[in-house]
């Protein structure tokens, strides 16, 4: 009997001790994965980062780098709300960031203008920016349409074409691979255990209890957060949880260096700090294509040019395609499940201007162990709806 007990125990024990545990495991390296890990793990609790390597599509390596408000949540006020949350909260990350890890992420806030190319575009953004003042309701909304003419005396070289543009403080831009780096380095210099190359298919999930098997290896937490950009899709069912998120692939352009042109990012086309203009981004549904296509790539550098003439002279010397991990209504989803309390999703096509919400706002919620009521509108719940009888 004795003996019997005593194998039995040290069966539990080898078991137990194969088994590494933490108190949060994030699926997906990419920069969701990485400001909520990052906002974890600087909050004291013990986090996973998993993440599946480079053969994964990777949105995080391929953006454009705006910190952008003005055309995010018209007739979602929630999303409005949320994303100039997020803008508001990206200095102090921006700063707290640099101080930490020594990165120079190139943030900056000083608003931001959307160009609009004849009369149709204008009118239809000045609807677009004054339906967004009138849902931010109490909460304001402060933006301008600015005329050619204005516009002309503020940006040098611009186009004839360019009726005139709408403005609001809210936007800015940021070296987005910097930030990447930086949210790395702050997640493994707050004690966070990064754990790359490692493709997650399947998991044990129960109530406040996720287990993991890493070849050989199994991971534990009693909470999960799925933040693996396209792999959502597959990943959310098993815990629970639905994530039907798409790829939309966007092109992008980048010039030459060239003297500093405009003091703030344009929407489509912005300077980083060291001269490079960055132009695009197209949005197109082609699947998991990452291609690029010269025709797309010519109406990019066309509109920009009709923008700027004089950005006609300049070399494009880079151009990459990158997919979006899209939403069915283009808005986030964030979710936690009923099923297993404890595992979480979040899935957003624009993961540069929400980092700070992820690492200041969702992260919190998560070491707290719920959602704030705030969040209900983004579950994928208001995907559910009853087929037609
Ligand atoms: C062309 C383009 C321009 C953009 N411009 C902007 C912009 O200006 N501003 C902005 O805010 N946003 C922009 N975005 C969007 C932004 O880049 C994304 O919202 C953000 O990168 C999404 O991050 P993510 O972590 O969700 O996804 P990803 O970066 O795709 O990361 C997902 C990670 O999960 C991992 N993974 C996937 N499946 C698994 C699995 N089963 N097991 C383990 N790991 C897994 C992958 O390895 C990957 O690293 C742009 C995107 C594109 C494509």
Redesign the pocket.
């Known amino acids: 009997m004795g003996v019997l007990r005593d194998a039995a125990l040290s069966t539990f024990h080898a078991r137990i001790e194969t088994m590494r545990r933490f108190d949060t495991i994030v699926?997906?390296?990419?920069?969701?994965?990485?400001?909520i890990g990052y906002g974890l793990s600087r909050a004291g609790l013990k986090v996973a980062l998993?993440?599946?390597?480079?053969?994964?599509?990777?949105?995080?390596?391929?953006?454009?780098?705006?910190?952008?408000v003005q055309s995010k949540g018209l007739g979602a006020p929630h999303y409005q709300r949320w994303t100039r949350a997020s803008s508001e909260t990206w200095p102090a990350l921006a700063a707290e960031l640099e101080e930490r890890t020594g990165v120079a992420i190139g943030h900056e806030r000083n608003g931001g203008l959307q160009l609009c190319l004849g009369d149709e575009e204008f009118a239809k953004r000045r609807a677009t920016m004054e339906q967004m003042r009138r849902e931010a309701g109490n909460f304001g909304f402060e933006y301008r349409m600015i005329d050619h003419a204005e516009l002309a005396a503020m940006l040098p070289g611009l186009g004839d074409a360019v009726t005139g543009g709408s403005w609001t403080p809210y936007d800015g831009?940021v070296n987005?691979l910097a930030l990447?780096h930086a949210l790395h380095r702050g997640f493994a210099g707050t004690g966070g255990t990064y754990l790359?190359n490692?493709?997650?298919?399947e998991a044990q999930a129960a109530p406040g209890d996720f287990r993991i098997d890493l070849g050989g290896e199994a991971i534990t937490a009693p909470k999960i957060v799925l933040?693996?950009?396209?792999?959502?899709a597959?990943?959310a069912p098993i815990f629970g949880l639905s994530a039907p998120v798409r790829p939309?692939?966007?092109?992008?352009l980048v010039t030459e260096r060239t003297d500093k042109a405009w003091p703030i990012p344009l929407g489509s086309i912005?300077q980083t700090p060291e001269g490079s203009i960055l132009l695009?981004?197209?949005e197109e549904e082609v699947g998991f294509d990452t291609g690029q296509k010269p025709e797309i790539m010519q109406g990019i550098a066309r509109r920009a040019v009709m923008s700027f003439p004089w950005l006609a002279e300049l070399q494009i010397v880079r151009a990459?395609?990158?997919?979006?991990?899209m939403p069915p209504d283009g808005l986030p989803i964030y979710d936690e499940s009923e099923r297993c309390p404890g595992a979480f999703t979040?899935?957003?096509?624009?993961?540069?201007?929400?980092?700070g919400a992820h690492a200041n706002l969702f992260a919190p919620m998560v070491a707290a162990g719920a959602l704030d009521p705030m969040m209900a509108p983004f579950s994928a719940k208001r995907f559910d709806v009853p087929a037609a009888a």
Do not use: Y
């Not at 939309?248 to 992008?252: D, E, F, K, T, V």
């Not at 979040?346 to 980092?355: D, F, I, K, M, P």
């Open positions: 699926i997906g390296g990419g920069l969701v994965g990485t400001a998993i993440d599946e390597g480079d053969v994964a599509f990777r949105a995080s390596r391929g953006n454009f780098g705006l910190v952008w831009h987005s990447f790359p490692a493709t997650v298919t933040a693996a950009g396209l792999g959502n597959k990943l939309q692939r966007g092109q992008i912005r695009g981004a197209s990459w395609a990158a997919l979006r991990v979040a899935n957003c096509h624009s993961g540069v201007t929400l980092a």
